[in-house]
């Protein structure tokens, strides 16, 4: 992160940069002051240091491939790179346009980079883009215009990128993104408010850009506010998908048409050996089985032979998606690509890769578990709650009526449930069609489940009758698919609401020995024991006991949390977090609580904040925990102690650590 405007840290410099830095200095005394607007994109590595600190020479390999892409790109967008210290750089475009291209090509190819490598050697680079009045002095450049793109990178999250008001109002027609609005945000050392807008790449428009605003009505709009932004470390999961809504910007009531049927093309192989020959054609056979079976909605058509034309062939079927693989083998070793295509606009919306050992006597097993990892990220009938397809249709369908849906979309639906009034209810009208319709189909009654728990946390309903519907909808479910530990899992969080831990942990303890290695059943399983049962809070500090039985089970859940964590190195399921946070606190350990939360910054998620204030004040940083609990306020839209009480009620928290939060609440000014 820059620490000035002049990005030099003199005491790190060698001589040669303190040199260099001298001469350039002494040609802006001797230049002309120079006035003119300019768009100035600033980036930096996250946790450069820390990478440093671990691997000095590995790190400094990929940071100089990355400036490679970085100097490519910006040359190609008529950039200037026009000042760097170590993992830092500010870049001079001559218009917000050719900025944000940049910015998003330079994302775009060191995320392809960083997808090839182990996650230590990752680099993950932060942008801010801003545009504005810079002053020029030879070949460096000052001003606000720069000073604010420095502070907007300091805020954007790892491989994102922030932009100020000004860019996206030039940007806002040109580029057929989604804007997730984030207000008007203090920056250091700036006098005025920035309103900021998060790019969000990953959605895309099917007109012009448009910010998440314009795309939601929000629970603010009635009593139920003050409770969602309150919400449960649950939700800090599934972020991604549950508070922005990617629909389309023309404004149009009219349904977005969705087809349910799937195209898979038989797995490319370029191997003459018989062997990896029957292994790719006994591959594609069953994924095609296995789509079908997941669904009694979902029309699966499986092509005799492979297509040079991906368009003519959806059109032909009337797919939306087509799956595509490709296979090499080399000696004993395989490599499986495998991609799922969105046919409307040609985009790659999923892709894996898979490396594993070609030997006969395992063929079958490896079979079965790209299958089973593929159908889990597909269509989220794994264990993994969630699906590729079923997000892409939620996320792109902008309107729907309920008759015109089939079973299989009203379930994606209900999964990426934008927790807005009228999706909930559309959502439970549509699912009550569909077990009503399709009865066996496992995974309408355990999103019908999931929906509902999602509901009573967020005082969508208070009916304790909905509580027991949902308890009731993943029993069936499970009766439908006993060996699905999301369903297990889901039936877990409904009974830790309803405070029943004795049946939550018999469900928790089923759902990992379905899915031992699932890092979602792991991290939300560690999380409800932790906080479930009646732990308190000097239990919760004694590590020498033994509470992984009974009424206290939070050693099983620390156990089950690390193990979640090992496993899930880029943290897709972060409620793993913050159950270790907890405990780390708990026990005093505020450094590594601190790093533990930071793993995956939530400036919307409202624990975020409230954990992020406690450990900051406990480390005597008053400054830091103020901010973090002003940011709290700004969400919960006051400060009513209240609000936070409830919320340690419904998370069973209240017992142990309320007397802990409680006078620091008070302290920064919770009444």
Same mark, same amino acid.
């Given at each position: ?271 003459? /050996?018989?062997? *990896?020959? @029957?292994?790719? $054609?006994?591959? !594609?056979?069953? #994924? %095609? ?101 079923? /997000?892409?249709? *939620?996320? @792109?369908?902008? $309107?729907?009526? !309920?008759?015109? #849906? %089939? ?101 928790? /303890? ?6 031992? $290695? ?154």
């Amino acid at each position: 992160m820059f620490s000035s405007v002049h990005y030099v840290h003199y005491h790190h410099m060698s001589a040669k940069i303190l040199l260099k830095f001298i001469f350039i200095f002494r040609n802006q005394l001797m230049s002309s002051t120079e006035r003119k607007m300019a768009a100035i994109v600033a980036m930096d590595v996250t946790s450069y240091s820390e990478k440093m600190g671990r691997d000095e020479e590995g790190t400094l390999k990929h940071l100089r491939a990355c400036r490679e892409i970085i100097e490519t790109v910006v040359a190609e967008n008529r950039g200037r790179i026009f000042n760097t210290a170590g993992d830092a750089f500010m870049i001079e475009f001559s218009s917000a346009v050719s900025a944000l291209s940049a910015a998003v090509e330079i994302q775009k190819l060191i995320k392809n980079r960083n997808d090839s490598l182990e996650q230590i050697e990752r680099m993950y680079f932060r942008m801010g883009v801003n545009v504005g009045d810079i002053i020029i002095e030879g070949e460096n450049l000052y001003g606000e215009g720069v000073n604010i793109a420095a502070r907007l990178e300091g805020i954007a999250a790892p491989g994102g990128i922030s932009i100020s008001e000004k860019v996206y109002a030039e940007v806002r027609k040109k580029f057929n993104f989604v804007f997730d609005d984030k207000g008007h945000q203090e920056l250091k050392n700036i006098d005025d408010p920035v309103r900021v807008y998060e790019l969000n790449t990953e959605a895309v428009s099917t007109s012009s850009a448009v910010t998440a605003g314009d795309r939601k009505k929000t629970a603010a709009k009635n009593s139920r506010n003050m409770i969602i932004v309150g919400f449960s470390v649950l939700i800090v999961a599934v972020a991604g998908y549950i508070f922005f809504m990617k629909k389309d910007g023309s404004g149009s009531n009219n349904p977005i048409k969705v087809s349910n049927t799937i195209v898979v093309l038989p797995i490319a192989n370029t191997s003459k /050996d018989e062997l *990896a020959l @029957n292994f790719s $054609n006994g591959l !594609t056979i069953e #994924l %095609t089985n296995a789509l079908s079976a997941a669904s009694k909605g979902l029309n699966v058509i499986r092509l005799p032979v492979r297509s040079n034309d991906l368009g003519s062939t959806a059109a032909q079927a009337g797919a939306q998606y087509i799956i595509d693989g490709n296979l090499a083998v080399a000696g004993d070793k395989f490599r499986l690509s495998m991609s799922l295509i969105n046919t409307t606009n040609n985009a790659t919306i999923w892709n894996k890769t898979y490396e594993k050992s070609m030997i006969a006597s395992e063929i079958f097993k490896t079979q079965d578990e790209i299958i089973f990892g593929i159908i889990q990220e597909v269509l989220g009938t794994g264990v993994g709650g969630h699906s590729i397809i079923g /997000d892409d249709i *939620a996320n @792109n369908k902008a $309107n729907y009526s !309920t008759d015109k #849906l %089939t079973s299989f979309e009203c379930v994606n639906i209900a999964r990426a449930w934008k927790f807005e009034i009228d999706i909930y209810n559309k959502s439970r009208k549509c699912l009550d069609i569909a077990i009503s319709s399709d009865p066996n189909y496992a995974d309408a009654w355990a999103a019908y489940a999931q929906l509902l728990f999602y509901a009573y946390a967020f005082y969508f309903t208070t009916d304790p009758k909905d509580l027991e519907a949902g308890i009731n909808y993943a029993n069936k479910a499970i009766s439908l698919r006993v060996n699905a530990g999301n369903y297990y899992i889901t039936k877990a969080g409904l009974l830790f609401l309803k405070k029943n831990f004795v049946e939550m942990n018999t469900a928790i /303890d089923k759902a990992v020995e379905l899915s031992p $290695n699932n890092t979602s059943v792991l991290g939300q399983g560690g999380y409800l024991k932790i906080w479930g049962g009646n732990c308190t809070i000097d239990q919760l500090r004694d590590k020498k006991g033994t509470y992984e039985s009974g009424d206290c089970q939070w050693q099983k859940g620390y156990k089950l949390s690390l193990k979640a964590l090992e496993l899930d190195k880029v943290n897709v399921s972060t409620e793993k977090l913050y159950g270790l946070t907890a405990l780390y606190f708990a026990w005093g350990d505020y450094k590594k609580a601190l790093q533990t939360i930071q793993l995956v910054p939530a400036p919307n998620f409202i624990w975020y904040h409230w954990w992020s204030g406690m450990i900051y004040d406990a480390m005597g940083d008053t400054e830091s925990a103020s901010k973090s609990f002003e940011a709290s306020k700004k969400l919960l839209g006051g400060n009513d102690l209240k609000i936070v009480t409830t919320q340690f009620l419904l998370w069973n928290l209240k017992g142990s650590y309320e007397s802990l939060f409680t006078p620091v609440f008070v302290k920064y000014g919770f009444k």
